[in-house]
């Protein structure tokens, strides 16, 4: 395997090569939120399959692809699907498209993502915006040698998730009468749910919402001094909250219901980013 900065660097220029503009904004968008992606405008579509050392991704409801483009007049790279560590694949492939698209000039990011919720007050379908995380993954994706040009070797992390941006958020979620919750996103690897106790467990040491992603890149997007907005949407009531089992189909079937608030949330959000 090549040296990661070299790897990076290759997967940098195939996509420069086909742009005409660099992106300012990134954004990654969990289960059912990719269509945000056939919204943009001056649309370029770039493969994952196409750019060199990228994995590939194979979830089910996750498309494989970056989406150039603008919306709210702002110039976007989304990603339509995203690796999870669950999948298989190493930490450092997870969070390869963050090197990439804090190479091509990327200093924002939004990730989205679906999850469970572990706070009782929440209810599916609910939005929240995520103010801070647990990482529960038992890894990190720093790990290993430090990559300089991207960061430091002990990145601070007491402002992971844009402060700025919050008050930002919560005014714009008010006008456009888009409630938002506020909350902490713990993660786990999956991919089994988690059971009853370790949910109690989320709880009892302040989590509220639960998830398989988003952690390593925000690791990494942070190391690499990118300023990250983070919201989730609560799919499902976690394990043990309500009488019933766990299952993607319902994931999937909340995360539809919402999408079409999430995503006029996010074309407001990327306005003011
Ligand atoms: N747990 C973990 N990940 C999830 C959940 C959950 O309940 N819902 C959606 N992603």
Redesign the pocket.
């Known amino acids: 395997m090549n040296n990661i900065n070299e790897m990076i660097l290759e997967a940098q220029n195939y996509i420069e090569s086909k742009l005409k503009e660099k992106p300012e904004i990134g954004l990654i968008l969990g289960s059912g939120l990719g269509v945000l992606g056939d919204r943009a405008e001056k649309r370029n579509i770039i493969d994952y399959v196409g750019i060199p050392n990228f994995p590939i991704s194979t979830v089910e409801g996750h498309m494989g692809r970056f989406v150039f483009g603008e919306i709210s007049g702002r110039k976007v790279a989304i990603m339509q699907g995203r690796f999870h560590f669950y999948e298989g694949y190493g930490m450092k492939e997870v969070v390869f498209p963050i090197w990439v698209m804090r190479s091509l000039g990327i200093k924002k990011l939004i990730v989205t993502n679906?999850?469970?919720g572990v706070n009782i007050n929440f209810s599916p379908g609910d939005l929240m915006l995520i103010t801070d995380h647990i990482n529960f993954m038992g890894t990190n994706p720093l790990i290993g040698p430090n990559i300089y040009s991207m960061g430091v070797r002990f990145p601070d992390m007491s402002n992971a998730y844009s402060s700025r941006m919050k008050d930002l958020i919560i005014k714009i979620s008010n006008e456009l009468n888009i409630p938002i919750k506020l909350g902490v996103y713990a993660s786990?690897t999956?991919p089994a749910?988690?059971t009853p106790a370790e949910i109690k467990m989320l709880r009892i040491l302040g989590a509220d919402a639960?998830?398989?992603s988003t952690v390593p890149e925000v690791i990494a997007a942070n190391h690499a001094g990118m300023e990250v907005v983070g919201i989730s949407c609560i799919?499902?009531m976690?394990?043990g909250v309500l009488d019933k089992p766990?299952s993607h189909e319902e994931?999937i079937k909340t995360a539809e219901e919402v999408k079409d608030k999430f995503l006029r949330l996010l074309v407001e959000i990327i306005k003011y980013f």
């Open positions: 679906a999850s469970g786990m999956g749910y988690e639960v998830g398989m799919t499902n976690a394990a766990l994931v």
